[in-house]
């Protein structure tokens, strides 16, 4: 699959990296654009190196290129996953505010009725944040949130981190074993 993944400025900035990791070892074609936002926050966080999953890329693109070929809906993808996804470019897409690629390349989505997965972080919710939210689910988009469980019984940071990219590549229907399904009682 031709996928598009647009990593943010919101906590969890690991999780967009591992999801790389994780498309990159199933083979899949990866065109990845990384905020300023979300370089920002890496420095703040834990074990982030990005420029590891941006060896894994197809192609990496800057968030202003907005003459990338990822600008137009005549660049056919399969899907596109943005995460994290901050409040503001959580706005931007549900808006049609496109100023920068990632919101451009989400836009298209949602145009072309192509697969977006917007996996928003923030707590709590404001109320434009939860309006946003939903105008993008109307607009056919997957919102998922970046939500723990309990009842797989997480043990480390890993395991959650596994539960929401296995999350997501569920959502891409793609196989995985990065956690354990509920199976019924
Ligand atoms: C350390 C740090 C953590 C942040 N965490 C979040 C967050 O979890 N959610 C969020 O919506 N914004 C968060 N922000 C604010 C965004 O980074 C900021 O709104 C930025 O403009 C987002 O731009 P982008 O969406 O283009 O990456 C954080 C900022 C910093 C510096």
């Not at 647009?6 to 999801?19: F, K, N, P, R, Y």
């Not at 590891?52 to 990338?68: G, M, Q, R, T």
Request: proline letters at 3%.
């Amino acid at each position: 699959m031709r996928i598009v993944v647009a990593i943010t400025g919101a906590s969890g900035i690991v999780l967009g990296q591992i999801l790389v990791e994780e498309l990159a070892k199933q083979k899949h074609e990866i065109h990845l654009i990384v905020s300023r936002g979300a370089e920002e926050v890496a420095r703040h966080e834990e074990g982030i190196d990005l420029s590891k999953a941006k060896k894994k890329a197809f192609k990496v693109y800057d968030e202003k290129d907005l003459a990338a070929s990822l600008a137009s809906s005549s660049f056919k993808i399969d899907a596109m996953v943005v995460i994290p996804c901050s409040m503001k470019t959580l706005s931007g897409i549900a808006n049609g505010y496109a100023d920068n690629l990632i919101a451009r390349a989400a836009e298209n989505c949602l145009k072309m009725n192509w697969k977006l997965i917007v996996c928003p972080r923030d707590t709590p919710l404001s109320l434009p944040a939860l309006e946003n939210m939903r105008k993008l689910k109307i607009a056919g988009a997957c919102i998922l949130p970046l939500n723990m469980a309990y009842y797989y019984k997480p043990k480390t940071v890993s395991d959650v981190n596994n539960f929401f990219v296995g999350k997501i590549l569920d959502a891409l229907g793609l196989e995985h074993s990065l956690y354990r399904k509920w199976g019924g009682k």
